[in-house]
Protein backbone atom coordinates (compact mmCIF):
# COMPACT_ATOMS: atom_id res chain seq x y z
CA UNK A 1 0.00 0.00 0.00
CA UNK A 2 1.81 3.23 -0.98
CA UNK A 3 2.53 5.95 0.99
CA UNK A 4 0.65 8.19 -1.96
CA UNK A 5 -2.57 6.28 -1.47
CA UNK A 6 -2.17 7.09 1.99
CA UNK A 7 -2.19 10.61 1.60
CA UNK A 8 -5.18 10.68 -1.07
CA UNK A 9 -7.01 8.29 1.65
CA UNK A 10 -6.18 11.33 4.07
CA UNK A 11 -7.32 13.96 2.46
CA UNK A 12 -10.32 12.11 1.11
CA UNK A 13 -11.53 11.50 4.54
CA UNK A 14 -10.46 15.30 5.56
CA UNK A 15 -12.72 16.68 2.84
CA UNK A 16 -15.34 14.33 3.63
CA UNK A 17 -15.44 15.01 7.28
CA UNK A 18 -15.30 19.08 6.49
CA UNK A 19 -18.21 18.89 3.74
CA UNK A 20 -20.38 17.37 6.06
CA UNK A 21 -19.77 19.45 8.74
CA UNK A 22 -20.20 22.71 6.76
CA UNK A 23 -23.17 21.70 6.29
CA UNK A 24 -23.99 21.29 9.35
CA UNK A 25 -22.58 24.53 10.47
CA UNK A 26 -24.36 26.39 8.05
CA UNK A 27 -27.37 25.12 8.88
CA UNK A 28 -26.53 25.90 12.27
CA UNK A 29 -25.29 29.52 11.89
CA UNK A 30 -28.02 31.18 9.67
CA UNK A 31 -30.79 29.16 11.50
CA UNK A 32 -29.22 30.71 14.98
CA UNK A 33 -29.22 34.19 13.13
CA UNK A 34 -33.07 34.18 12.33
CA UNK A 35 -34.31 32.44 15.32
CA UNK A 36 -33.39 30.82 18.69
CA UNK A 37 -34.67 28.18 21.23
CA UNK A 38 -35.42 28.58 24.90
CA UNK A 39 -35.97 26.30 27.56
CA UNK A 40 -38.79 27.50 29.88
CA UNK A 41 -41.32 26.37 32.72
CA UNK A 42 -44.40 26.26 30.55
CA UNK A 43 -48.20 25.87 32.48
CA UNK A 44 -51.06 24.65 31.25
CA UNK A 45 -52.84 28.49 30.41
CA UNK A 46 -49.93 29.32 28.58
CA UNK A 47 -49.79 26.51 26.33
CA UNK A 48 -50.31 26.69 22.58
CA UNK A 49 -50.58 24.28 19.71
CA UNK A 50 -51.94 25.55 15.95
CA UNK A 51 -50.21 26.26 13.17
CA UNK A 52 -47.63 28.84 13.56
CA UNK A 53 -46.26 27.56 17.26
CA UNK A 54 -46.31 24.39 19.39
CA UNK A 55 -45.60 24.89 23.30
CA UNK A 56 -46.68 22.45 25.60
CA UNK A 57 -47.09 23.12 29.05
CA UNK A 58 -44.65 21.21 31.30
CA UNK A 59 -41.21 21.93 33.37
CA UNK A 60 -39.15 20.96 30.53
CA UNK A 61 -40.53 23.09 27.47
CA UNK A 62 -38.47 24.25 24.10
CA UNK A 63 -39.82 27.32 22.89
CA UNK A 64 -38.68 28.70 19.53
CA UNK A 65 -37.84 32.61 19.27
CA UNK A 66 -38.10 34.76 16.30
CA UNK A 67 -35.09 37.05 16.51
CA UNK A 68 -34.08 40.23 15.24
CA UNK A 69 -31.39 39.24 12.52
CA UNK A 70 -29.95 43.05 11.93
CA UNK A 71 -29.22 43.09 15.77
CA UNK A 72 -27.48 39.82 15.63
CA UNK A 73 -25.60 41.10 12.62
CA UNK A 74 -24.68 43.72 14.32
CA UNK A 75 -23.77 41.58 17.91
CA UNK A 76 -21.51 39.36 15.61
CA UNK A 77 -19.67 42.27 14.23
CA UNK A 78 -19.02 43.83 18.23
CA UNK A 79 -18.32 40.46 19.17
CA UNK A 80 -15.84 39.75 16.65
CA UNK A 81 -14.19 42.98 16.85
CA UNK A 82 -13.57 42.98 20.65
CA UNK A 83 -11.98 39.40 20.64
CA UNK A 84 -9.77 40.78 17.18
CA UNK A 85 -9.05 43.94 19.52
CA UNK A 86 -8.18 41.67 22.86
CA UNK A 87 -6.27 38.80 20.90
CA UNK A 88 -2.79 40.74 20.59
CA UNK A 89 -2.44 41.81 23.91
CA UNK A 90 -2.15 38.08 24.85
CA UNK A 91 0.83 36.95 22.40
CA UNK A 92 3.48 37.57 25.25
CA UNK A 93 1.16 34.42 27.88
CA UNK A 94 2.98 31.14 27.24
CA UNK A 95 0.95 27.97 27.27
CA UNK A 96 1.35 27.33 31.17
CA UNK A 97 0.38 31.20 31.74
CA UNK A 98 -2.90 30.51 29.71
CA UNK A 99 -3.53 26.70 31.18
CA UNK A 100 -2.90 28.37 34.84
CA UNK A 101 -5.23 31.57 34.40
CA UNK A 102 -8.24 29.51 32.45
CA UNK A 103 -7.99 27.18 35.74
CA UNK A 104 -7.71 29.71 38.38
CA UNK A 105 -10.32 31.66 36.46
CA UNK A 106 -12.87 28.85 36.29
CA UNK A 107 -12.75 27.50 40.04
CA UNK A 108 -12.95 30.64 40.97
CA UNK A 109 -16.24 32.00 39.40
CA UNK A 110 -17.19 28.07 39.09
CA UNK A 111 -17.07 27.81 42.73
CA UNK A 112 -18.77 30.93 43.80
CA UNK A 113 -21.61 30.18 41.54
CA UNK A 114 -22.25 26.55 43.36
CA UNK A 115 -22.03 28.45 46.15
CA UNK A 116 -24.70 30.94 45.53
CA UNK A 117 -27.16 28.51 43.10
CA UNK A 118 -27.39 25.93 46.21
CA UNK A 119 -28.79 23.54 43.75
CA UNK A 120 -29.83 20.03 44.96
CA UNK A 121 -30.30 17.33 42.41
CA UNK A 122 -33.52 15.78 41.48
CA UNK A 123 -34.72 13.08 39.06
CA UNK A 124 -32.11 10.55 37.80
CA UNK A 125 -28.91 12.85 39.10
CA UNK A 126 -31.14 12.68 42.52
CA UNK A 127 -31.17 8.78 42.21
CA UNK A 128 -27.36 8.56 41.04
CA UNK A 129 -26.02 10.49 43.62
CA UNK A 130 -27.89 8.60 46.11
CA UNK A 131 -27.24 4.85 45.08
CA UNK A 132 -23.54 6.14 45.48
CA UNK A 133 -23.66 7.57 49.06
CA UNK A 134 -25.67 4.21 49.83
CA UNK A 135 -22.77 2.24 48.32
CA UNK A 136 -20.37 4.05 50.37
CA UNK A 137 -21.47 2.94 53.37
CA UNK A 138 -21.93 -0.57 51.51
CA UNK A 139 -25.82 -0.66 51.43
CA UNK A 140 -26.35 -1.99 48.19
CA UNK A 141 -29.97 -2.06 48.49
CA UNK A 142 -30.48 0.05 45.08
CA UNK A 143 -29.15 -2.75 42.98
CA UNK A 144 -32.85 -4.08 43.50
CA UNK A 145 -34.99 -0.97 42.62
CA UNK A 146 -35.74 -0.52 39.10
CA UNK A 147 -34.07 2.59 38.05
CA UNK A 148 -30.43 0.77 38.05
CA UNK A 149 -31.95 -2.54 36.08
CA UNK A 150 -33.32 -0.10 33.44
CA UNK A 151 -30.17 2.23 33.53
CA UNK A 152 -27.35 -0.20 34.25
CA UNK A 153 -25.11 2.29 32.51
CA UNK A 154 -25.40 5.06 35.48
CA UNK A 155 -23.37 2.48 37.63
CA UNK A 156 -19.96 4.17 35.97
CA UNK A 157 -20.90 7.66 37.30
CA UNK A 158 -22.26 5.84 40.90
CA UNK A 159 -18.80 4.70 41.40
CA UNK A 160 -16.79 7.77 40.88
CA UNK A 161 -19.37 9.81 42.97
CA UNK A 162 -18.84 7.08 45.70
CA UNK A 163 -15.06 7.30 45.44
CA UNK A 164 -15.47 11.69 45.94
CA UNK A 165 -18.05 10.63 48.39
CA UNK A 166 -15.66 8.51 50.46
CA UNK A 167 -12.75 10.83 50.09
CA UNK A 168 -14.81 13.99 51.26
CA UNK A 169 -16.25 11.52 54.43
CA UNK A 170 -12.76 10.59 55.31
CA UNK A 171 -11.31 14.42 55.12
CA UNK A 172 -14.80 16.23 56.42
CA UNK A 173 -17.02 14.08 57.65
CA UNK A 174 -20.70 12.68 56.20
CA UNK A 175 -22.10 15.17 53.56
CA UNK A 176 -25.13 16.53 53.35
CA UNK A 177 -25.56 18.37 50.34
CA UNK A 178 -24.04 17.48 47.21
CA UNK A 179 -22.45 20.72 46.75
CA UNK A 180 -19.07 18.78 47.16
CA UNK A 181 -19.71 17.52 43.96
CA UNK A 182 -21.04 20.30 42.39
CA UNK A 183 -17.49 22.12 43.23
CA UNK A 184 -15.48 18.91 41.79
CA UNK A 185 -17.56 19.15 38.22
CA UNK A 186 -15.53 22.95 38.48
CA UNK A 187 -12.23 21.14 38.72
CA UNK A 188 -13.11 18.74 35.79
CA UNK A 189 -14.52 22.11 33.68
CA UNK A 190 -10.97 23.53 34.60
CA UNK A 191 -8.97 20.63 33.12
CA UNK A 192 -11.19 20.40 30.13
CA UNK A 193 -10.11 24.16 29.39
CA UNK A 194 -6.91 23.20 29.46
CA UNK A 195 -7.36 20.36 27.44
CA UNK A 196 -8.37 22.45 24.48
CA UNK A 197 -6.23 25.01 24.94
CA UNK A 198 -3.40 21.92 24.68
CA UNK A 199 -5.56 20.09 21.89
CA UNK A 200 -5.33 23.20 19.79
CA UNK A 201 -1.52 23.91 20.92
CA UNK A 202 -0.46 20.37 19.83
CA UNK A 203 -2.67 20.04 16.33
CA UNK A 204 -2.19 23.71 14.89
CA UNK A 205 1.62 24.98 17.14
CA UNK A 206 0.80 28.16 16.16
CA UNK A 207 0.38 30.60 19.01
CA UNK A 208 -2.21 32.71 18.06
CA UNK A 209 -4.73 30.29 17.67
CA UNK A 210 -3.81 28.88 21.01
CA UNK A 211 -4.68 32.52 22.39
CA UNK A 212 -7.59 32.69 20.52
CA UNK A 213 -8.89 29.22 22.72
CA UNK A 214 -8.02 30.97 25.82
CA UNK A 215 -10.12 33.72 25.21
CA UNK A 216 -12.85 32.61 23.68
CA UNK A 217 -13.24 30.16 26.80
CA UNK A 218 -12.62 32.94 29.45
CA UNK A 219 -16.61 34.12 28.27
CA UNK A 220 -17.98 31.16 27.79
CA UNK A 221 -20.65 31.22 31.18
CA UNK A 222 -23.01 28.17 29.64
CA UNK A 223 -20.85 25.47 31.00
CA UNK A 224 -19.93 27.07 34.35
CA UNK A 225 -23.36 27.29 35.19
CA UNK A 226 -24.19 23.79 34.18
CA UNK A 227 -21.55 22.78 36.95
CA UNK A 228 -24.31 22.50 39.61
CA UNK A 229 -26.23 19.58 37.30
CA UNK A 230 -24.64 16.28 39.52
CA UNK A 231 -24.46 14.51 36.34
CA UNK A 232 -21.82 12.28 34.05
CA UNK A 233 -21.74 14.66 31.35
CA UNK A 234 -18.73 17.07 32.53
CA UNK A 235 -15.77 14.41 34.29
CA UNK A 236 -16.57 12.14 31.56
CA UNK A 237 -15.93 15.17 28.91
CA UNK A 238 -13.05 15.78 30.66
CA UNK A 239 -11.30 12.74 29.98
CA UNK A 240 -12.59 12.65 26.62
CA UNK A 241 -11.11 15.63 25.75
CA UNK A 242 -7.36 14.51 27.15
CA UNK A 243 -7.89 11.15 25.40
CA UNK A 244 -8.08 13.12 21.96
CA UNK A 245 -5.08 15.50 22.91
CA UNK A 246 -2.98 12.42 23.84
CA UNK A 247 -3.74 10.96 20.75
CA UNK A 248 -3.24 13.47 18.76
CA UNK A 249 0.41 13.66 20.54
CA UNK A 250 0.83 10.27 20.33
CA UNK A 251 0.72 9.81 16.30
CA UNK A 252 2.97 13.03 16.32
CA UNK A 253 5.44 12.04 18.99
CA UNK A 254 5.36 8.15 18.07
CA UNK A 255 5.50 7.37 21.91
CA UNK A 256 3.36 4.36 22.82
CA UNK A 257 3.04 5.44 26.50
CA UNK A 258 1.22 8.38 25.39
CA UNK A 259 -1.01 5.97 23.44
CA UNK A 260 -1.73 4.19 26.47
CA UNK A 261 -2.78 7.53 28.22
CA UNK A 262 -5.02 8.38 25.70
CA UNK A 263 -6.59 4.78 25.59
CA UNK A 264 -7.16 4.71 29.61
CA UNK A 265 -8.39 8.45 29.26
CA UNK A 266 -11.04 7.34 26.83
CA UNK A 267 -12.11 4.25 29.02
CA UNK A 268 -12.71 7.02 32.27
CA UNK A 269 -14.49 8.50 29.71
CA UNK A 270 -17.31 6.06 28.48
CA UNK A 271 -17.37 4.47 32.32
CA UNK A 272 -18.48 7.90 33.30
CA UNK A 273 -21.21 8.82 30.01
CA UNK A 274 -21.73 5.88 27.93
CA UNK A 275 -22.24 8.61 25.17
CA UNK A 276 -18.40 9.00 25.11
CA UNK A 277 -18.34 5.87 22.40
CA UNK A 278 -19.02 8.76 20.27
CA UNK A 279 -15.17 10.01 21.19
CA UNK A 280 -14.11 6.18 21.03
CA UNK A 281 -15.17 5.87 17.28
CA UNK A 282 -13.96 9.20 16.09
CA UNK A 283 -10.68 8.59 17.78
CA UNK A 284 -10.75 4.67 15.86
CA UNK A 285 -11.34 6.71 12.88
CA UNK A 286 -7.78 9.10 13.32
CA UNK A 287 -5.98 6.16 14.38
CA UNK A 288 -7.05 4.18 11.21
CA UNK A 289 -6.36 7.12 9.00
CA UNK A 290 -2.87 7.17 10.17
CA UNK A 291 -2.48 3.72 9.62
CA UNK A 292 -3.08 3.37 6.64
CA UNK A 293 -1.19 7.35 5.51
CA UNK A 294 2.11 5.71 7.29
CA UNK A 295 3.60 2.83 7.21
CA UNK A 296 2.12 -0.32 8.77
CA UNK A 297 2.86 -0.45 12.66
CA UNK A 298 1.58 -3.15 14.62
CA UNK A 299 2.56 -0.72 17.76
CA UNK A 300 -0.40 1.44 16.03
CA UNK A 301 -2.58 -1.35 15.63
CA UNK A 302 -2.25 -2.60 19.06
CA UNK A 303 -2.89 0.94 20.22
CA UNK A 304 -6.32 0.72 18.34
CA UNK A 305 -6.78 -2.66 20.26
CA UNK A 306 -6.11 -1.59 23.29
CA UNK A 307 -8.24 1.52 23.50
CA UNK A 308 -11.20 -0.25 21.89
CA UNK A 309 -11.32 -3.24 24.58
CA UNK A 310 -11.03 -1.06 27.85
CA UNK A 311 -13.70 1.41 26.15
CA UNK A 312 -15.99 -1.57 25.40
CA UNK A 313 -15.39 -3.56 28.41
CA UNK A 314 -15.01 -0.91 31.41
CA UNK A 315 -18.51 -0.61 31.57
CA UNK A 316 -19.79 -4.40 31.57
CA UNK A 317 -16.72 -4.62 34.20
CA UNK A 318 -18.21 -1.77 36.40
CA UNK A 319 -21.71 -3.36 36.20
CA UNK A 320 -20.35 -7.01 37.01
CA UNK A 321 -18.34 -5.51 40.13
CA UNK A 322 -21.60 -4.30 41.92
CA UNK A 323 -23.32 -7.27 41.60
CA UNK A 324 -20.85 -9.34 43.08
CA UNK A 325 -20.43 -7.05 46.15
CA UNK A 326 -24.60 -6.93 46.04
CA UNK A 327 -24.85 -10.51 45.41
CA UNK A 328 -27.73 -8.80 42.71
CA UNK A 329 -28.30 -9.64 39.20
CA UNK A 330 -29.24 -6.48 37.64
CA UNK A 331 -30.76 -8.86 34.41
CA UNK A 332 -32.10 -7.23 31.11
CA UNK A 333 -31.63 -3.39 30.61
CA UNK A 334 -33.63 -1.69 27.75
CA UNK A 335 -31.95 -2.12 24.46
CA UNK A 336 -30.35 0.52 22.67
CA UNK A 337 -32.78 0.40 19.70
CA UNK A 338 -35.38 1.55 22.20
CA UNK A 339 -33.55 5.11 22.45
CA UNK A 340 -33.60 4.99 18.44
CA UNK A 341 -37.41 4.63 18.37
CA UNK A 342 -38.29 7.20 20.90
CA UNK A 343 -35.51 9.28 19.22
CA UNK A 344 -38.19 8.78 15.70
CA UNK A 345 -41.31 9.89 17.57
CA UNK A 346 -42.94 13.52 18.89
CA UNK A 347 -42.50 14.69 22.58
CA UNK A 348 -44.32 16.95 24.60
CA UNK A 349 -40.62 18.77 25.03
CA UNK A 350 -39.40 18.64 21.09
CA UNK A 351 -39.57 15.73 18.73
CA UNK A 352 -37.45 13.25 19.56
CA UNK A 353 -37.24 14.12 23.44
CA UNK A 354 -37.40 11.87 26.39
CA UNK A 355 -40.46 10.10 26.58
CA UNK A 356 -40.97 7.55 28.58
CA UNK A 357 -44.22 5.84 27.12
CA UNK A 358 -41.66 4.24 24.42
CA UNK A 359 -39.04 3.25 26.56
CA UNK A 360 -38.78 2.49 30.43
CA UNK A 361 -42.77 2.41 30.69
CA UNK A 362 -43.19 -0.13 27.95
CA UNK A 363 -40.18 -1.86 29.38
CA UNK A 364 -42.00 -2.13 32.36
CA UNK A 365 -45.35 -3.15 30.65
CA UNK A 366 -43.40 -5.88 28.89
CA UNK A 367 -42.51 -7.34 32.22
CA UNK A 368 -38.87 -6.13 31.36
CA UNK A 369 -37.94 -8.83 28.79
CA UNK A 370 -35.66 -7.36 26.82
CA UNK A 371 -36.45 -8.97 23.75
CA UNK A 372 -40.12 -8.41 23.89
CA UNK A 373 -38.96 -4.53 23.99
CA UNK A 374 -36.60 -5.19 21.11
CA UNK A 375 -39.47 -6.41 19.12
CA UNK A 376 -41.68 -3.78 20.52
CA UNK A 377 -39.15 -0.73 19.61
CA UNK A 378 -38.16 -2.37 15.62
CA UNK A 379 -41.18 -2.31 15.04
CA UNK A 380 -42.38 1.40 15.95
CA UNK A 381 -39.42 2.62 14.21
CA UNK A 382 -40.23 0.93 11.20
CA UNK A 383 -43.44 2.28 11.58
CA UNK A 384 -42.07 5.74 11.52
CA UNK A 385 -39.60 5.83 9.19
CA UNK A 386 -42.41 4.30 6.87
CA UNK A 387 -44.38 7.80 7.99
CA UNK A 388 -41.12 9.53 7.22
CA UNK A 389 -40.95 8.23 3.84
CA UNK A 390 -44.68 8.62 3.27
CA UNK A 391 -44.24 12.03 4.04
CA UNK A 392 -41.47 13.88 3.23
CA UNK A 393 -42.68 17.69 4.39
CA UNK A 394 -43.14 16.72 7.99
CA UNK A 395 -39.76 14.66 8.22
CA UNK A 396 -37.67 17.79 7.21
CA UNK A 397 -39.52 19.41 9.71
CA UNK A 398 -39.12 16.96 12.75
CA UNK A 399 -35.92 16.64 12.18
CA UNK A 400 -35.11 20.28 11.55
CA UNK A 401 -37.15 21.29 14.54
CA UNK A 402 -35.45 18.35 16.54
CA UNK A 403 -31.59 19.48 15.52
CA UNK A 404 -32.40 23.35 16.12
CA UNK A 405 -34.03 22.40 19.89
CA UNK A 406 -30.74 20.78 20.62
CA UNK A 407 -27.95 22.98 19.15
CA UNK A 408 -29.74 26.31 18.68
CA UNK A 409 -31.24 26.19 22.69
CA UNK A 410 -27.42 28.17 23.44
CA UNK A 411 -27.98 27.90 27.03
CA UNK A 412 -28.14 23.60 26.72
CA UNK A 413 -29.74 23.83 30.08
CA UNK A 414 -27.91 25.32 31.83
CA UNK A 415 -30.72 28.31 33.31
CA UNK A 416 -33.01 25.92 33.36
CA UNK A 417 -31.33 23.05 35.55
CA UNK A 418 -30.63 26.37 38.02
CA UNK A 419 -34.21 27.11 37.94
CA UNK A 420 -36.45 23.85 38.26
CA UNK A 421 -34.29 21.51 40.60
CA UNK A 422 -34.15 21.59 44.34
CA UNK A 423 -33.14 23.82 46.55
CA UNK A 424 -30.74 23.24 49.84
CA UNK A 425 -32.03 26.74 50.71
CA UNK A 426 -32.84 30.08 48.89
CA UNK A 427 -29.95 31.43 45.69
CA UNK A 428 -27.60 34.03 46.87
CA UNK A 429 -28.02 37.27 45.58
CA UNK A 430 -25.31 36.52 42.59
CA UNK A 431 -27.52 34.02 41.20
CA UNK A 432 -30.85 35.15 42.14
CA UNK A 433 -30.10 37.75 39.82
CA UNK A 434 -28.85 35.78 36.91
CA UNK A 435 -31.81 33.18 37.20
CA UNK A 436 -34.59 35.97 38.06
CA UNK A 437 -33.81 39.67 37.55
CA UNK A 438 -31.34 39.36 33.96
CA UNK A 439 -31.89 36.25 33.01
CA UNK A 440 -33.06 37.57 29.81
CA UNK A 441 -29.73 39.90 29.65
CA UNK A 442 -28.12 36.27 30.61
CA UNK A 443 -29.50 34.32 27.76
CA UNK A 444 -29.31 36.95 24.60
CA UNK A 445 -25.42 36.92 26.06
CA UNK A 446 -25.57 33.36 25.35
CA UNK A 447 -27.08 33.32 22.24
CA UNK A 448 -24.52 36.28 20.86
CA UNK A 449 -21.82 34.09 22.06
CA UNK A 450 -22.86 31.04 20.78
CA UNK A 451 -23.60 32.83 17.00
CA UNK A 452 -19.91 34.18 17.18
CA UNK A 453 -18.86 30.23 18.03
CA UNK A 454 -21.12 28.75 15.53
CA UNK A 455 -19.73 31.51 13.05
CA UNK A 456 -15.85 30.70 13.66
CA UNK A 457 -16.33 26.97 13.73
CA UNK A 458 -18.38 27.51 10.03
CA UNK A 459 -15.38 28.97 9.24
CA UNK A 460 -12.57 26.74 10.56
CA UNK A 461 -14.69 23.98 8.59
CA UNK A 462 -14.48 25.49 5.53
CA UNK A 463 -10.68 25.91 5.58
CA UNK A 464 -10.31 22.54 6.56
CA UNK A 465 -11.38 21.99 2.88
CA UNK A 466 -7.66 23.37 1.90
CA UNK A 467 -5.67 22.40 4.98
CA UNK A 468 -3.59 19.33 4.98
CA UNK A 469 -3.26 18.87 8.52
CA UNK A 470 -5.68 16.26 8.99
CA UNK A 471 -5.73 16.45 12.47
CA UNK A 472 -7.58 19.83 12.37
CA UNK A 473 -10.60 17.69 11.82
CA UNK A 474 -10.24 16.05 15.11
CA UNK A 475 -12.51 18.06 17.22
CA UNK A 476 -15.29 18.78 14.50
CA UNK A 477 -14.82 14.58 13.93
CA UNK A 478 -16.38 14.28 17.32
CA UNK A 479 -19.03 16.93 16.90
CA UNK A 480 -19.78 15.16 13.80
CA UNK A 481 -20.54 12.34 15.95
CA UNK A 482 -22.22 13.83 18.26
CA UNK A 483 -24.46 15.72 15.76
CA UNK A 484 -25.58 12.47 14.04
CA UNK A 485 -26.10 10.13 17.36
CA UNK A 486 -28.55 12.41 18.78
CA UNK A 487 -30.21 13.56 15.65
CA UNK A 488 -31.17 9.69 15.58
CA UNK A 489 -31.48 8.82 19.10
CA UNK A 490 -32.76 10.83 22.23
CA UNK A 491 -32.98 14.92 21.85
CA UNK A 492 -31.58 17.04 25.14
CA UNK A 493 -30.16 20.32 24.36
CA UNK A 494 -27.83 19.45 27.92
CA UNK A 495 -26.20 16.90 25.97
CA UNK A 496 -25.03 18.77 23.13
CA UNK A 497 -23.07 21.47 25.64
CA UNK A 498 -19.74 18.93 25.60
CA UNK A 499 -19.50 19.40 21.57
CA UNK A 500 -20.39 23.34 22.10
CA UNK A 501 -17.09 23.00 24.30
CA UNK A 502 -15.10 21.37 21.46
CA UNK A 503 -16.74 23.99 18.59
CA UNK A 504 -15.05 26.75 21.02
CA UNK A 505 -11.65 25.10 20.00
CA UNK A 506 -12.68 24.66 16.31
CA UNK A 507 -14.26 28.54 16.54
CA UNK A 508 -10.72 29.84 17.55
CA UNK A 509 -9.30 28.57 14.33
CA UNK A 510 -12.40 29.67 11.83
CA UNK A 511 -11.71 33.01 14.05
CA UNK A 512 -8.05 33.32 14.14
CA UNK A 513 -8.40 33.12 10.21
CA UNK A 514 -10.92 35.62 10.10
CA UNK A 515 -8.37 38.32 12.26
CA UNK A 516 -5.31 37.32 9.41
CA UNK A 517 -8.11 38.37 7.02
CA UNK A 518 -9.38 41.77 8.46
CA UNK A 519 -5.55 42.39 9.43
CA UNK A 520 -4.09 42.18 6.02
CA UNK A 521 -7.43 44.31 4.56
CA UNK A 522 -6.66 47.06 7.16
CA UNK A 523 -2.79 47.12 6.23
CA UNK A 524 -3.63 47.50 2.48
CA UNK A 525 -6.11 50.24 3.57
CA UNK A 526 -3.80 51.90 5.58
CA UNK A 527 -0.95 51.94 2.46
CA UNK A 528 -3.43 52.72 0.20
CA UNK A 529 -4.47 55.90 2.06
CA UNK A 530 -1.05 56.50 2.68
CA UNK A 531 -0.07 56.61 -1.36
CA UNK A 532 -2.41 58.80 -1.89
CA UNK A 533 -1.59 61.09 1.25
CA UNK A 534 1.57 61.36 -0.16
Same mark, same amino acid.
Given at each position: ??????????????????????????????????? !???????????? *?????????????????????????????????????????????????????????????????????????????????????????????????????????????????????????????????????????????????????????????????????????????????????? !???????? !???????????????????????????????????????????????????????????????????????????????????????????????? *?????????????????????????????????????????????????????????????????????? !???????????????? *????????????????? #?????????????????????????????????????????????? *????????? #???????????????????????????????????????????
Amino acid at each position: MSNSFGEKFESFVRIFISAIMAYIMFILFFSSMFS !TTDMQIVYDDQA *VDNVVMRIFPGDESVIYHYDDVFINFIMLAFFGMICFLILPKLKRLSLKQEMILISIWTIFIGCFWVNSSMVAPTYDSAYVVEYAKQFAKDNYAGMEEVYLKEFPYQLGYVFLVELLTKIYTALFGEPTTTIYIQKMNVVFLALIYDGIIFLNHVVFEEKKIRNMTFLLLFFCTQSIISCTF !TYGIIPAF !TFSVWAIALEVLYFKKKRFWLGLLSAISLMFAVMFKNNNYIVMIAMLIIAFVQIIKEKFSFQRLAYMMISAVLALGILPAVTSYYEQKSHISLGDS *VPYISWISMGMCESTRAPGWCNALYTTMKFEELGMNAESMKEYSEDLLQERLTYFKENPQYRKDFFYRKF !TSQWNETSYQSIWNNL *VREQYQPKGKFAELFCY #KQVDSLKAYMDFYAQLIFFGCLLAVLACFRNKNFFAVAMPLVILGG *VLYHLLSEA #KSQYALPYFILMIGVSAYGLCLAYDAFSRKMQSSVRFAHYFST
